[in-house]
């Protein structure tokens, strides 16, 4: 849809994150780009039918996925007046994209949802973001790309703000990492060019190097939507009850804390989980239990609905951070 005031016109666009966890990891539903094939999230333009922005949102997805989608809600609204470049060349000044975002939690994914569609894990776009079994390699190459991009800086000042960029996102130094800083993380590597999306926006061929042609980049602006997504599902989890968006109807303790590790990215002591759950009183016991689990057979849970009208913020307040990533 097109909106003219009189000055330049705008365009909107709808655009989804549709989040599942499948064989124990976070993915996304992509469709599959007819420019360069890179991958796209599901988006269409809002139509002058479309009664709100979720009914056009929902409309796209169906058509284009064959999914209907369960809980959503709205990310964030981008802007940026050079989003519309990259993969169709340079943006057209002439006309404002605008893009209203939106996140989408479903327990029941198909993984064969279509021909042109697909569930990609997560961090395949955002590998620096996977801190659950290890340090992940890509992050000591960033952080020396990095590096040679702060010192690079052509005055003090600019210098030192990026040194703090790069000290608050990267956790450099002895400050901990901020599993919620994922968007600012991707920004600063948009900033520096150490990005696909940094090279394609200017029409250019993105170089060899730190991830460079290897880099998975995806359509337009949609990796920039997906760190916001990711961070705000992250944030959100702490203290609102998404995470059984993407359970299944009952599941073990175990299962339920791999779910909140997967998402925030980082491992997370187990008794201590246990008894925020417990003291959180977000579950109860079915009554049944668990018996392939390779050994002692572990207790069924459910989420308790009752415990949202009980208080305001039932989350699982978990503290995922306080990783640095400069080595020992």
């Not at 599993?179 to 940094?198: D, K, M, P, T």
Request: aromatic fraction near 8%; proline fraction near 7%; hydrophobic fraction near 35%.
């Amino acid at each position: 849809m097109t909106l003219n005031s009189g000055a330049s016109p705008a365009t909107v666009d709808l655009t989804a994150v549709i989040v599942a966890m499948i064989d124990g990891e976070p993915c996304i539903l992509t469709v599959q780009s007819g420019a360069n094939d890179r991958d796209t999230l599901p988006c269409g333009p809002l139509q002058p039918d479309h009664r709100t922005l979720q009914a056009g949102l929902r409309s796209w997805v169906e058509y284009q996925t064959g999914l209907r989608l369960g809980y959503m809600e709205q990310l964030y609204t981008f802007a940026d007046r050079n989003r519309a470049g990259g993969d169709d060349g340079p943006a057209d000044q002439d006309v404002r994209p605008v893009s209203v975002a939106y996140l989408a939690l479903v327990h029941d994914a198909n993984p064969q949802t279509g021909r042109a569609t697909a569930w990609q894990p997560w961090y395949d776009y955002l590998p620096w973001e996977d801190w659950r079994t290890e340090r992940p390699p890509v992050v000591d190459r960033l952080l020396a790309d990095l590096g040679d991009w702060r010192d690079q800086a052509p005055s003090a000042a600019k210098r030192r703000r990026r040194a703090e960029r790069l000290r608050l996102t990267f956790a450099s130094g002895s400050t901990p990492w901020d599993e919620e800083r994922s968007l600012e993380r991707y920004e600063l590597l948009y900033g520096a060019g150490q990005v696909a999306e940094a090279w394609h926006d200017q029409g250019r061929e993105p170089p060899a190097g730190i991830l460079g042609r290897s880099d998975r980049s995806m359509a337009t602006d949609h990796r920039r939507i997906l760190a916001t997504a990711m961070g705000r599902l992250r944030g959100k989890i702490k203290y609102r009850p998404l995470l059984f968006e993407l359970m299944p109807p009952t599941f073990t303790l175990l299962q339920l804390q791999r779910t909140a590790e997967a998402l925030s990215g980082t491992r997370l002591h187990k008794q201590n989980f246990r008894r925020l759950v417990e003291r959180q009183q977000l579950v109860e016991a079915t009554g049944q239990h668990e018996t392939r689990t390779g050994g002692r057979p572990a207790q069924l849970m459910r989420f308790r609905p009752a415990v949202t009208l009980e208080r305001p913020a039932p989350g699982l307040g978990i503290k995922a951070g306080g990783r640095s990533t400069r080595r020992a």
